[in-house]
Each structure stands twice: as C-alpha cells, then as structure tokens.
T-cell receptor
C-alpha cells in the first residue's frame, strides 16, 4: 500500500535562504509523486509532479524536487525563500489504481524578513 | 475561465441539521473528490466519483452523502449523523482516477468552511 510521510510539521527560514521540505514515501510500485501548496483559506495549487520521467522535477515559483528511489524520498527545495512562499505544503503520492491521491499531513513554511 | 467552484465559502449549521456544499467544475473532468481538512491532519478523503451515477466511500464517509447526477456537479451533504462537522471542505477533480503511475493531476476548488453553531 502507498503512504507518504512529511518529516517536519513546521519549517522556519529567513528570506533569501534555501528551503528544504522533506518527504518520504512508501509504494509497491514506481509511484506518481506531487507537491501542492496551500495559502491560508485557499484551495491547493500544484507545484510540481513526478511521473517516472526525469528524477529532478522543476515546478512553479522556483521550486524543484528530486525523486530518489534508493532513499524513497521526494524532498522539495528552493534556493532562495521569498516572503510569499509562506504557506502549507503537501507531499502527495498516487494511490492504488482507481482511487484517489494520498496526502501527507503537511509542512507549514514560515519565512521571516 | 475553467475551474472548480465551491459554494458557499462559509456555512453555519445548527445541531441536527443537514447542509449541502456545492461543487461545480467546467474542466470536463471525469473524476471528482471531496476532502475534509482539519488543522494538523492534512486532507482526508470523504467520497470520490469517477463517472456519473457512481461514487465510492473514502476514508471518512460516515455522516456524509454525495450524488453525481451530472458530470460537472458533485454536491456533498453533511448530515446530522456527522458529530464533528466543523472543518474546511475541499472539492477537487481530475481527468481520471489515480493509478500508481497515472500522474493525473488533481485540481482544487477554493474550499468551504463549515461551522456548527
């Protein structure tokens, strides 16, 4: 069965410093993996997705994630944080065939000036 | 513009009352979903549907009901049997249901806040 674990519930960075949000997954197959972002009281927006093509995936707003099968990880990074990056981030794995996505519990990113 | 519209944004429910949250999409997606979001718990799947007139229970379906009479509409009813309904509810859709490598992106509405008064 598929599952996903976000290793940090809260990450705090200073503006202009790198961002690392960690995600480990468990899957019986080569999975589809996604990162979504949610700003307060809003829906979720897709940042990027991996579907067994290039292992380094580039997304919107300067974010990228690297699929590492040996480590079962899909960490999200950004070289330089911006105040507008402060939000909730969800790592997501594709579930069993014919079902819905499986969401991690989320990581809150805080960015200070 | 194509997208998913949820209404109302804010809804208040009295004890013992049923309420219905609306979700409409004009993306021509086959699959639609309802998620519940509570602080610190991520998103939990309530119901999903991959085709008109068919839907499946998710992880927390008790106290909820849905219908899928039209492709573009997937309303969620929160019944009086749901003892703790206060939460943020998110409707979503995708081209098809998920598979291990399908990569079907899910698109979300802006959400609806339900509060029990």
């Amino acid at each position: 069965a598929q599952s996903v674990t976000q290793l940090d519930s809260h990450v705090s960075v200073s503006e202009g410093t790198p961002v690392l949000l960690r995600c480990n997954y468990s899957s019986s197959y080569s999975p589809s993996l996604f990162w979504y972002v949610q700003h307060p009281n809003k829906g979720l927006q897709l940042l990027l997705k991996y579907t067994s093509a290039a292992t380094l995936v580039k997304g919107i707003n300067g974010f990228e994630a690297e699929f590492k099968k040996s480590e079962t990880s899909f960490h999200l990074t950004k070289p330089s944080a911006h105040m507008s990056d402060a939000a909730e981030y969800f790592c997501v794995v594709g579930g069993q065939a014919g079902t819905a996505l499986i969401f991690g519990k989320g990581t809150t990113l805080s960015v200070s000036s | 513009d194509g997208g998913i519209t949820q209404s109302p944004k804010y809804l208040f429910r009295k004890e013992g009352q049923n309420v219905t949250l609306s979700c409409e999409q004009n993306l021509n997606h086959d699959a639609m979903y309802w998620y519940r979001q509570d602080p610190g718990q991520g998103l939990r799947l309530i119901y999903y549907s991959h085709i008109v007139n068919d839907f499946q229970k998710g992880d927390i379906a008790e106290g909820y009901s849905v219908s899928r009479e039209k492709k573009e509409s997937f309303p969620l009813t929160v019944t009086s049997a749901q003892k703790n309904p206060t939460a943020f509810y998110l409707c979503a859709s995708s081209m098809g249901l998920q598979g291990p490598v399908s990569g079907n992106t899910i698109y979300f509405g802006e959400g609806s806040w339900l509060t029990v008064v």
